[in-house]
């Protein structure tokens, strides 16, 4: 589209061609023998007729056509089309003496042609009476609309469409040499198949258009069918080659994308009877290989696309967009003489540039989707990941509260029992002051242990927070500083009524346990403040405390303090969060934040 506008505007007075002048008839079925002689003035001369409208077919079946063209004796050129292979035009000379002859067509050595263009032109008019003969051997089925032009006329569009053909060439070289030296520097074999594949397609639009013949391997044009058809084995192969290695997956890929492979196996087939098959045969076989390839590879995009293949989806639409427009521009050009939103002579230009372009969109948008893919892939290992610690510390924190449990109300009642057992023994005994004494010490020590084993089971499950609830247990982890250190507390819970999960508590509550465990044993602090509060549905947390730290040489203080960290990172990554610690002259400064779903908040 963008192309068609700026042919419009650059050349406006391109669809201002003067109106055809050139009478033209046909003379189909003519042997291979037919000269010059039997058509003008033999058996045959009454065998033309008239051409219905601007143009004809050529094909297979009548491989060699006469013409009789009449200009009114008017000087000029006479352009039979791109796509023609082989043409000899007999200008019968004003004084009646004979013909003169000349020679042009893509196929035919560039030293043997008249004139160096693609569309075999031929000039016409002095010496000649206005009637002329046209011999045309065409191998491939087209639409030929011979016109007659002035010179002047005929250098300027020639000079306009060199210009477009360039312009189109050297941007496909460009879009080649981009995804080529890409798909080097990232190592990415996709940039480098979609290289090859438009350079193949790029030398099968040379060999079709002509422009190779005419103006890059001259005199190497008898070559030019020999290389029609193995640019197209491998642009083709290399194309299915392509999509097999876009669509492919590492987890394993469907019977759809495994069948690709097919036609890349057909090719080479193809390549093996390039040798014994004629022309025109190789060129069906390949032509409908080709169409079979396409075909396959739109309907195998659709089925993917339906069954959730974000890379078909992606590729279905430009492949669409490239080759059913394109493919139909193309026949319409070569079928007929329809006006065209873009000219006929650079459909096939435009389609290799707008592959290779939008195709370089399409695996640069991979790289995006495949960056995409591999960031979800993380978070959910990063889910699996929070979701495994969490259980291991639920079922680490359940092993405690029954442990706890189990201390409480068996060793600590039971050595409650003791004590008092031993104390009423005493009063009830006659015995001496000293095994009185003696007795009360072992009372004495049993309450003791009783009191290691309530603190031992509030610190393996803070039954606090069951009872009291995680905001009067998190006071009393501050209270105990000041019980223990002597270290002046202040503590502010403004979370307004936001209440946190059972797990949120228990983890916070651990979190905030290690960082006092670590003010009591390993600071001077004289003064601590605590804030808790709540906003953008994040819990934030900030502990300050006066006090350096000490530099210990003891290696079990260093490991204590090790462990107190990964203890504190364990249950930040559980609570899905983040926290610093940071450590000055003015003391040390733990800050924590996690977020809490609004649909999990409780008033």
């Known amino acids: 589209i963008l192309f068609a506008l700026i042919w419009w505007t650059v050349d406006a007075d391109a669809s201002e061609k003067p109106a055809d002048q050139l009478g033209i008839s046909i003379l189909r079925g003519a042997a291979e023998s037919v000269t010059i002689q039997d058509v003008c003035c033999g058996q045959l001369k ?3 007729e008239p051409v219905d409208g601007r143009g004809f077919l050529t094909g297979p079946d009548s491989p060699v056509i006469w013409l009789r063209l009449e200009t009114g004796g008017r000087k000029g050129i006479i352009r039979f089309g791109s796509f023609a292979e082989d043409v000899t035009l007999y200008s019968e000379r004003a004084n009646g003496t004979g013909f003169d002859t000349m020679r042009t067509g893509k196929l035919l050595p560039v030293d043997q042609r008249e004139t160096i263009d693609i569309h075999a032109s031929l000039p016409v008019g002095d010496g000649t009476n206005g009637v002329h003969y046209a011999r045309i051997s065409q191998i ?5 609309a011979p016109e007659f032009q002035t010179r002047e006329a005929f250098e300027t569009e020639y000079s306009r469409e060199l210009f477009w053909h360039i312009f189109l060439a050297g941007a496909a070289v460009i879009m080649m040499i981009f995804n080529l030296s890409l798909g080097i520097i990232i190592r990415d074999k996709l940039f480098v198949l979609n290289a090859f594949s438009v350079f193949f397609t790029f030398a099968n639009g040379l060999v079709i258009s ?5 103006y890059l391997w001259g005199n190497w044009a008898q070559y030019s069918i020999g290389m029609f058809d193995i640019t197209m084995m491998l642009g083709s192969g290399t194309s299915a080659v392509f999509l097999y290695a876009y669509l492919d997956q590492p987890g ?6 495994k069948a690709i492979l097919i ?4 090719f080479i087939v193809s390549f093996l009877l390039w040798f014994f098959l004629s022309t025109w045969k190789m060129h069906v076989l390949l032509i409908t290989l080709n169409v079979a390839n396409t075909l396959y590879a739109l ?3 659709a089925v993917l696309s339906v069954g959730g293949d974000r890379r078909a989806r992606l590729m279905l639409p430009t492949l669409l967009v490239i080759l059913i427009p394109g493919n139909i521009l193309l026949f319409a050009g070569s079928m007929s003489a329809a006006e065209l939103i873009i000219p006929r002579v650079h459909v096939l230009e435009v389609m290799i540039f707008m592959e290779a372009l939008l195709f370089s969109l399409v695996l640069a948008y991979r790289i995006r989707l495949a960056q995409t893919e591999a960031a979800d892939a993380h978070q959910q290992l990063d889910r699996v990941q929070r979701n495994a610690s969490r259980q291991m510390i639920e079922s680490v924190d359940a092993d405690r509260r029954r442990i706890a449990s189990d201390l409480h109300d068996t060793a600590g ?4 029992a003791i004590s008092i057992r031993l104390k009423q023994f005493v009063a009830r005994s006659g015995l001496s002051r000293a095994a009185k004494s003696e007795i009360d010490e072992i009372a004495a020590f049993s309450s003791g242990i009783v009191g290691d084993i309530r603190r031992i089971s509030h610190e393996l499950h803070p039954a606090i927070i069951d ?6 247990a998190i006071r009393q982890l501050f209270s105990s500083l000041t019980d223990a250190r002597d270290i002046a507390v202040d503590v502010n819970l403004d979370m307004g009524d936001v209440e946190l999960e059972s797990w949120q508590q228990l983890n916070l509550y651990r979190i905030v346990q290690e960082v006092c465990s670590n003010i009591a044993k390993h600071s001077e602090a004289t003064r601590c403040r605590a804030d808790f509060t709540f906003s953008a549905n994040e819990v934030h947390v900030t502990i300050a405390d006066n006090g350096p730290r000490q530099q210990s040489s003891d290696n079990a203080a260093v490991i204590g303090a090790s462990l107190g960290k990964v203890i504190i990172d364990q249950r930040v990554r559980l609570l899905q969060g983040d926290w610093s610690s940071t450590t000055s002259v003015d003391g040390t400064v733990v800050q924590l934040h996690f977020p809490l779903d609004d649909g999990k908040r409780v008033s």
């Not at 036609?263 to 057909?266: A, C, I, K, R």
Request: aromatic fraction near 14%.
């Open 46 to 48: 009454d065998g033309f």
């Open 140 to 144: 491939a089925a087209i639409f030929m």
């Open 210 to 214: 002509g422009l190779g013949s005419s």
């Open 252 to 257: 394993g890929n469907s019977r759809w994308v």
């Open 263 to 266: 036609f890349p196996v057909l």
């Open 299 to 301: 309907i195998a995009l």
């Open 413 to 416: 009642q039971g050595l409650s």
């Open 467 to 472: 009872h009291l609830g995680w905001k009067r």
